[in-house]
């Protein structure tokens, strides 16, 4: 898996509300950090950012939710063992006019098995 196809399959994630690809796409243990536009404060490691996840509703299998995210304006910067992807992201709760949106920062390292999340960073507009 590439790059831009980690991404697709951390938006697939927000889409699916499936809480099972949480320890697939992030790094899986301590060093895994996350900043949310919803909650205060510096999120750290895998424990904690799968329970910042139920918290949304996410379930083991996923759920149909009829809320949608997607990004824009991805920029995508490769490094040796790494990649920086700065975007949009956008956020439309099912029903809702209003759509969410803020900067999304999402920093990936090469692991064994592809690329994982190492550190999010949402905020709002």
Do not use: C
């Not at 750290?44 to 996840?53: A, P």
């Not at 920086?84 to 809702?96: C, M, T």
Request: hydrophobic residues 40%; without cysteine; aromatic residues 12%.
């Amino acid at each position: 898996m590439n790059v831009k196809e980690a991404v697709e399959a951390w938006v697939r994630l927000w889409n699916t509300y499936d809480l099972d690809d949480v320890r697939r796409l992030f790094l899986d243990d301590g060093r895994v950090t996350y900043f949310s536009s919803e909650k205060q404060g510096l999120i750290k490691g895998i424990d904690s950012l799968v329970r910042h996840h139920e918290e949304f509703g996410f379930v083991v299998g996923g759920k149909e939710t009829g809320n949608r995210l997607w990004l824009e304006d991805v920029d995508i910067e490769e490094f040796e063992g790494s990649a920086s992807v700065k975007a949009d992201w956008l956020f439309q709760r099912e029903g809702a006019d209003r759509v969410q949106r803020g900067p999304v920062t999402i920093i990936y390292v090469k692991a064994g098995d592809g690329w994982r999340i190492a550190h999010a960073h949402f905020s709002n507009y």
